[in-house]
T-cell receptor
Framework: KQEVTQIPAALSVPEGENLVLNCSFT??????LQWFRQDPGKGLTSLLL?????REQTSGRLNASLDKSSGRSTLYIAASQPGDSATYLC????????FGTGTRLQVFP | NAGVTQTPKFRVLKTGQSMTLLCAQD?????MYWYRQDPGMGLRLIHY???????AKGEVPDGYNVSRLKKQNFLLGLESAAPSQTSVYFC?????????????FGPGTRLTVT
């Protein structure tokens, strides 16, 4: 059974820091991996989608990598800002999306 | 485009009552999904649909029913609500179920069953 784990569960950093969020999964037979952002009391906003054949995707200050063989993905956030404060979720697509429990990020001024 | 919308945003039910949650999308997506989100559990798939008139069970389907009578709408029903169904419910849609298409999510419905 596919399981998705995100570490750390919570992270608090000062503004301007570069940071890395981790996502690991137990079964490498995935179609793609998606990173989402969720603000408190809100829905999910898709940030990046990496196909299984890709190694990384970039959008602005965000860079996501995928290593299928080791069952890992990272989300790199450059020059973090207070507006980046949210919960970040990763999900692997194995015909259906399997979600991790998220990393709650706080960026303080 | 409104994207994916959900009605209602909040609801409080008493044990045993019934209700229907409505999801609508205006992106002409074939696939639609219902998830529930609980603290420490992540999002779990309840039911999904691969097209108008079709439904299928997800990971946690018990206590819920769904219908997809129109392509743009996906309804989630609770026939006899239980406190264990207190959760935040999210609807999502995608153009296809294949790998390259991402899922788009609605804003959620917060349901409390007392």
């Amino acid at each position: 059974k596919q399981e998705v784990t995100q570490i750390p569960a919570a992270l608090s950093v000062p503004e301007g820091e570069n940071l890395v969020l981790n996502c690991s999964f137990t079964d490498s037979a995935i179609y793609n991996l998606q990173w989402f952002r969720q603000d408190p009391g809100k829905g999910l906003t898709s940030l990046l989608l990496i196909q299984s054949s890709q190694r990384e995707q970039t959008s602005g200050r965000l860079n996501a990598s995928l290593d299928k063989s080791s069952g890992r993905s990272t989300l790199y956030i450059a020059a973090s800002q207070p507006g980046d404060s949210a919960t970040y979720l990763c999900a692997v697509n194995t015909d259906k999306l399997i979600f991790g429990t998220g990393t709650r990020l706080q960026v303080f001024p | 485009n409104a994207g994916v919308t959900q009605t209602p945003k909040f609801r409080v039910l008493k044990t045993g009552q019934s209700m229907t949650l409505l999801c609508a999308q205006d992106m002409n997506h074939e696939y639609m999904y219902w998830y529930r989100q609980d603290p420490g559990m992540g999002l779990r798939l309840i039911h999904y649909s691969v097209g108008e008139g079709t439904t299928a069970k997800g990971e946690v389907p018990d206590g819920y029913n769904v219908s997809r009578l129109k392509k743009q709408n996906f309804l989630l029903g609770l026939e006899s609500a239980a406190p264990s169904q207190t959760s935040v419910y999210f609807c999502a849609s995608s153009y296809s179920g294949t790998a390259i298409y991402e899922q788009y999510f609605g804003p959620g419905t917060r349901l409390t069953v007392t």
